[in-house]
């Protein structure tokens, strides 16, 4: 469960949190404890298949240790275990070589305790700490409060200078993104801090006849048991509400006290307590800045009316009523994702019904209207209208949509359409009277208990430790929190004399950069700063096309992009002083780099006006026949375009960097980059030095996906100047916000077709123009649009075919590869384009896919000067995927389920669909080594040029020394990637080949270190009459070299060295009157070849899978339509899929009995990084096969986020 690691930490205290817990110890308690915990490479499944088994004590999966599988006493021989792993092996057991039945539990580490509760003792009056910037207060009673608040009201405080803490998390966590500090989205501390954790009154909850207070102390998660713990059915119905509110470890700290104080603060907040308070008519009391309490305060006007928002000093308790009679309370929350997110709409109704009428009603809506608002007029309709009379019920619901009207609709159009927001709260009422006529009317669309999976492999037992599912090298650190990444190395080797830089951006784009004023910054205590001035050997990042600073003259590009760099004694003050400096702007002026054009944030935007980067001459294309010809003489055709959303590559490492400068000048940079040797050239470049000065390294990256090939350059080449123009370390970490507004992501495109088919459904003829986005700049987004084009052709095999594209430069952050670079898109469309001929024609899909799929022989659409510059070559594994998938997940029983479904419910729809993948692998450009190094005791230490940034780089690397030294894995070593060391003109990490890559470089290096102690010592490997270690010892005796290079840089006369086939089924639920889903099911064929580790590959598919399913339903980029700022720039708003997200059933079968026989593939094996994240759209087309059943529209947006799926059941056929 453990890739890159950064997260591994977090999700292991969760756990034990939750055993420690008082929680009844359930599957579906433990994933609903866990919703607070991300994570972007594992796909979830293997993360919670784990720690469930913790629930009955039981000890690891029996992966080699016997003869049978203990799951079901079955020989491992050919067998699939429905209830575990499914470990197979092609003949017998793997012997242990995968390591998988060495579980540690971490109570045989450290042994776990629960924590005793602090007890403060008695104290006299208020407890007072303070520093130059802070007055901390910490009253142990009311009244010492009441007398600490007049007495900062006498010293001539402001009382917006006087913060109030219990939890800190709204503070820390939400307040940034409502207190107009974007695009540094940060925190603002007052002076003064009160902390109300000592006053044991506001602990309370009290009960007097049927009347309810709750204190201010009071954290969410005890609001809930208690509301639980009654019998009451509006409280009940708090209680389910209160649990969604953000997450788990928000609701162990947080009040319910700080979250209604944050929408009186910010009214815009969409606050579930201040609508669950609206809804029960609670009332509430307050203390005011004269020591008085005030109290009976309806909560409508305790957020709303200035005079309570000038007055409270400290909340103090709410009150509600449990009331006689039969209650029916509903509520809803309509979010991005399952959990951890804001509602864009939300209601609560609770009704008293006599005698099957209701008798009175109260109505509370946020997110629609643009506040938190009661609704009378709807309630009063609800009691006068028969709640079993459809007419009557249509007429409520009107007059419910025309309140909402009137209340003021928010106005919000582009994170979720306003549209949606009005129709969905609307469709929540209608569920409210489903529900209590006994017609359904769920609350949540409710996902079946996960982690439930099937994972099947083959194990050759001759190449072992290769194929077989060994632990991943590091896991253990990563688990115990002991790994290092780049942010760490600067508080572990040099911590008092490091500075910390935090980047300052432009923010109008299309003005002219005036000045740069760093006065205000000084005053804060600013140690140093670096901005374009202080490049005296180059500017540049890229090869003439981006700057590293904007300099004073230069037209801004976008908001985000760089203009200078503030260094600071900490991290956290460096962001806010990097805020206040003070950038000034011309609207007119010469620019040093392009004549001014008026500013575009968008692509439709650009290409209306033709900003045109590279047109179609420019880029790469592919054809083949007479398209022309083609489409004229097809009897059906289908044309238009269709787009595609960005997305950001969310890596749990931002972008990190720590430089020091040593003994000569020498310096001595760790990044966390998939690009070692390309950062070196470029500090070197910027500091005027020889590329041998400058020495890179690194341990391991916290993720990548693309994101840290080229755009780790900004805050790698910004520490590097600051740490010469200083001569102190210097570190420079992006937080979360700034680290999304600074970096692209996946490019949005636009794609144009027109295709020719028959009546059958065979393809005649495509035409493809894709129309690309790059942003602000190049960087990589040339290549990424070539490879939306070469992909193109996807799995058909069509005689005329032609794809050409166009980038276009906008306004906003530079885009850059982002995992599956521009096939993503293009396969995706394609493939939608297939479902729709078969819509078209009343086919199935299928008969259509099948009809047109390459078969062995086929030629490729490439060609130049009309010579064909590929084939598919090698063994077409397409039909076999294909065919198995459909035996394997039994996806003809799938189809009949979700079709008996369908018929049984209207509220509810189902959807299913099937996508071929393939995916074309380039052999040429990777230009890895690996370094192996034998010591006299035999152990090993190898080290690599590739960057592990979670893929399992370094793992497999060691399989394969392993396998050829004939060196048990435990006596091998990893060392760090280092470009003074072991990585000396090296391509990237990327293009899913790199593991393998490196891996051939390191069976090189073993080869000559196998000749040397051949020769020496007659070593003949593993199982010959000398061993390894004796032979090492005679080699070191005649002073034979034991330090060896391996080099790899395969080439490829095709266009791909070989193909990767997948094919994927996926099942989804949809709420018609929601627009929420959930993924029921996943069932992934995969042809990996002969994989070179079987967990890490299946763990990589399923995190691809993942990573793609947010780019399909949850995960939307939006900029500012006035100023380009990103709007989706945080936790708040871009949300990655969470884990009651992924599919509740995910099953990945790896072909049996494969090989790639291609020419250089590395021990038969193929990559696995990308392949898997273009499958996942099947999701996004059982979900639209879904809408369809609904009676919806083929036309669905991507990503379909929870608005577009609802608008699209809405709109006709």
């Not at 299309?510 to 205000?520: E, P, T, V």
């Not at 595609?644 to 990190?656: C, I, L, R």
């Not at 996906?705 to 992006?734: E, F, H, L, P, W």
């Not at 293009?826 to 384009?833: G, K, P, T």
Request: charged residues 20%.
């Amino acid at each position: 469960g453990s890739q890159c690691g950064f997260c591994t930490p977090g999700w292991v205290m969760a756990c034990a949190g939750f055993l420690l817990s008082d929680l009844p110890k359930t599957p579906n308690n433990m994933e609903q404890f866990f919703d607070g915990n991300l994570c972007r490479c594992t796909g979830y499944r293997p993360i919670i298949q784990s720690f469930m088994k913790l629930l009955n004590g039981e000890k690891a999966d029996c992966t080699g240790s016997c003869e049978t599988c203990t799951a079901c006493d079955e020989t491992q021989e050919g067998h699939s275990c429905e209830n575990d792993r499914g470990h197979e092996s092609s003949s017998g057991c793997c012997g242990g070589a995968c390591g998988g039945a060495d579980m540690t539990d971490i109570e045989d580490l450290v042994p776990l305790k629960k924590v005793t509760t602090i007890v403060r003792g008695e104290r006299q009056g208020t407890l007072h700490l303070s520093d130059a910037k802070t007055d901390f207060f910490q009253p142990n009673t009311l009244q010492n409060a009441a007398d600490l608040f007049l007495r900062l009201q006498a010293e001539g405080f402001d009382r917006k200078d006087i913060g109030v803490n219990a939890g800190h998390t709204g503070k820390g966590g939400v307040e940034k993104y409502y207190n107009g500090t974007a695009p540094y989205h940060r925190s603002i501390e007052t002076k003064v801090i009160v902390d109300v954790n000592a006053i044991p009154e506001l602990q309370n909850i009290a009960t007097s006849g049927s009347l309810h207070t709750i204190w201010s102390g009071v954290t969410l998660n005890k609001l809930i048991a208690y509301f639980g713990s009654l019998d009451y059915e509006p409280f009940q119905a708090a209680k389910r509400h209160i649990s969604v509110v953000a997450n788990n470890q928000v609701r162990s700290a947080g009040t319910w006290a700080g979250n209604l104080v944050m929408a009186q603060k910010y009214p815009d907040f969409p606050s579930d307590i201040f609508l669950t308070l609206t809804a029960l008519d609670a009332r509430v009391s307050f203390l005011n800045y004269q020591g008085e309490v005030v109290g009976n305060v309806p909560v409508q006007n305790f957020c709303k009316q200035s005079y309570f928002k000038d007055n409270c000093a400290l909340l103090l308790n709410f009150s509600v009523e449990q009331k006689e009679g039969s209650w029916v309370a509903r509520r809803f929350k309509l979010t991005t994702r399952a959990r951890n997110a804001h509602a864009h709409a939300s209601c609560f109704f609770i009704a008293r019904f006599e005698s099957g009428k209701i008798a009175a009603a109260t109505v509370a809506v946020g997110g629609t209207t643009k506040y938190v608002e009661s609704c009378p007029r709807t309630a009063q309709a609800m009691v006068k209208a028969a709640p079993d009379e459809d007419t009557a019920i249509s007429r409520v619901l009107q007059v419910f949509q025309n309140e909402l009207i009137d209340l003021g609709l928010n106005e919000e159009d582009d994170l979720t359409r306003k549209e949606y927001r009005l129709l969905a709260s609307r469709n929540c009422l209608l569920k409210f009277y489903l529900y209590a006529n006994g017609e359904g009317g769920d609350e949540s669309l409710e996902r079946p208990v996960g982690g439930k999976g099937l994972q099947e492999f083959s194990i050759n037992l001759e190449s072992l430790p290769v194929t077989a599912p060994v632990t991943k090298v590091g896991a253990r650190l990563q688990a115990s929190g002991e790994a290092i990444y780049t942010h760490d190395v600067a508080s572990v080797t040099d911590p008092r004399s490091t500075l910390h830089g935090a980047l300052v951006f432009a923010q109008e784009p299309g003005k002219i950069l005036a000045s740069i004023d760093y006065s205000k910054a000084r005053r804060m205590g600013m140690v140093e700063h670096v901005d374009a001035r202080d490049l005296k050997h180059s500017k540049y990042i890229k090869d003439g096309d981006e700057k590293l600073f904007l300099e004073v003259g230069d037209a801004v590009p976008s908001v985000g992009f760089p203009v200078a760099l503030v260094l600071f004694k900490n991290e956290e003050d460096a962001t806010k002083i990097a805020a206040a400096v003070d950038v000034k702007y011309n609207s007119s002026g010469s620019s040093s780099r392009e004549p001014q054009l008026p500013p575009v944030y968008n692509l439709v935007d650009a290409m209306k006006l033709k900003r045109i980067v590279a047109g179609v001459d420019e880029v790469a294309s592919i054809h083949k026949g007479d398209v022309k010809c083609g489409l004229a003489n097809s009897p059906l055709r289908l044309s238009g375009m269709t787009s595609t959303g960005g997305q950001k590559h969310f890596y749990f490492e931002t972008q990190s960097a720590v430089c020091r400068v040593g003994e000569g000048g020498e310096v001595e940079m760790r990044s966390s980059t998939q690009n070692l040797s390309g950062t070196q050239t470029l500090v070197a470049k910027l500091l005027g030095i020889g590329n041998s000065k400058v020495v890179v390294k690194q341990k391991r990256a916290g993720g990548g996906y693309g994101g840290k090939i080229s755009r780790s350059y900004q805050v790698s080449g910004s520490a590097a100047v600051a740490a010469m123009k200083t001569g102190r370390t210097v570190a420079v970490v992006n937080d979360r916000g700034m680290d999304l507004q600074l970096i692209g992501g996946r490019e949005p495109q636009i794609i144009e077709y027109d295709i020719g088919f028959d009546e059958q459904g065979k393809i005649h003829a495509v035409n493809f123009l894709i129309h690309c986005e790059s942003g602000s700049t190049l960087d990589g987004s040339l290549g990424d649009l070539a490879m939306s084009i070469l992909w193109m052709d996807h799995v058909y095999s069509v005689d005329n075919f032609l794809c050409q594209g166009i980038l276009y430069k906008t306004n906003v952050s530079t885009n850059t590869s982002c995992r599956s670079p521009g096939n993503m898109q293009s396969n995706f469309v394609y493939e939608d384009l297939v479902h729709r001929i078969a819509n078209k024609i009343g086919k199935s899909v299928r008969e259509v896919q099948e009809l047109n799929f390459y078969q062995a022989g086929d030629v490729l659409p490439f060609e130049k000067d009309g010579t064909s510059l590929g084939d598919l070559g090698g063994e077409v594994n397409l039909q076999r995927c294909w065919r198995e998938l459909w035996t394997k997940a039994k996806v003809e029983e799938k189809q009949r389920a979700v079709d008996e479904f369908n018929k049984a419910n209207s509220l509810k729809k189902r959807g299913i669909a099937n996508m071929p993948v393939k995916y074309g692998i380039s052999g040429s450009g990777y230009k890895q080594q690996t370094r192996v190094l034998v010591y006299e005791d035999g152990t090993v230490r190898v080290g690599t040029s590739g960057a592990e940034i979670g893929q399992g780089l370094a793992t497999k690397v060691v399989q394969c020394c392993s396998l050829r030294l004939g060196v048990d894995m435990a006596k091998i070593e990893v060392h760090e990637s280092d470009t003074g060391n072991n990585t000396v003109n090296n391509g990237v990490t990327g293009g899913s080949a790199t593991s393998e890559v490196c891996c051939q470089a390191a069976l090189n290096a073993c080869d000559v270190l196998l000749r040397r102690l051949k020769e020496c010592a007659g070593y003949e490997g593993p199982g010959g009459s000398v061993s390894f270690e004796d032979a090492v010892s005679t080699a070191v005796d005649t002073g034979v070299s034991l330090s060896a290079d391996g080099w790899s840089n395969p080439s490829c006369a095709s266009e791909f060295q070989y193909f990767v086939w997948v094919a994927t089924c996926a099942v989804v639920e949809l709420d018609v009157l929601s627009g929420e889903v959930v993924v029921l099911s996943a069932d992934i064929q995969y042809d990996c070849g002969e994989q070179l580790n079987a967990d890490i590959d299946v763990g990589q598919i399923e995190g691809g899978f993942v990573m793609g399913l947010g780019y399909f339903l949850s995960e939307k980029v939006v900029f500012d339509k006035e100023n380009g700022m990103l709007k989706s720039a945080g936790t708040w708003e871009y949300k990655p899929p969470g884990m009651l997200d992924v599919p509740a059933e995910f099953n990945v079968r790896l072909l049996r009995n494969v090989a790639n026989n291609a020419k250089g593939n590395v021990l038969r094996s193929k990559a696995v990084g990308e392949p898997p994240m273009v499958s996942s759209a099947s999701v996004w087309l059982a979900v639209r096969d879904a809408i369809v059943q609904a009676g919806g529209s083929m036309d669905l947006a991507c990503p379909a986020t929870i608005d577009e799926r609802l608008l699209a059941v809405t709109k006709s056929k």
